[in-house]
């Protein structure tokens, strides 16, 4: 499998997933997975178009989808590394976007100080 069929079959995963569509309306969904020593998580937010922000976070089953894309990409790199944290940024119309960091563990990390501004941040960024 190839790393664009890994984030492919990743997407429609979680597509399918009741606890991230679960908002009605929703028009942008914008996820963020995070690898700790092994373990992983994921969450994020899902978007209506007045801009009304949910809190969602896939089933656990579904994390089997975002190890192997970890996996797959980590195989393809030359260095062998995987990275640290990727946003996955999909649209009710079907655009999808994503971005990996290799480096900074507290790329879009959230605390109690900045997650308003994080919720702003997600909402302004384009598919």
């Known amino acids: 499998m190839t790393k664009d069929e890994a984030l492919i079959d990743l997407c429609k995963t979680l597509l399918d997933d009741p606890e991230i569509v679960e908002q009605q ?13 092994g373990d992983r998580g994921m969450h994020g937010y899902s978007y209506d178009l ?9 089933a656990p089953r579904n994390l089997d989808k975002l190890k192997s894309l970890h996996d797959t990409m980590k195989a393809e790199n030359p260095s062998g590394r995987g990275w640290l944290k ?4 999909i649209s ?4 999808v976007g994503a ?3 290799y480096n900074d563990p507290d790329r879009w990390s959230h605390t109690p100080d900045n997650y308003q501004q994080r919720i702003a941040e997600y909402a302004a960024m384009p598919v």
């Open 86 to 89: 990727c946003m996955i940024r």
């Open 25 to 37: 309306g929703w028009q942008k969904l914008v996820l963020i997975d995070e690898v700790n020593d």
């Open 99 to 101: 971005d990996f960091e």
């Open 92 to 95: 009710r119309n079907g655009e």
């Open 50 to 58: 007045d801009g009304k922000c949910l809190l969602v976070a896939p």
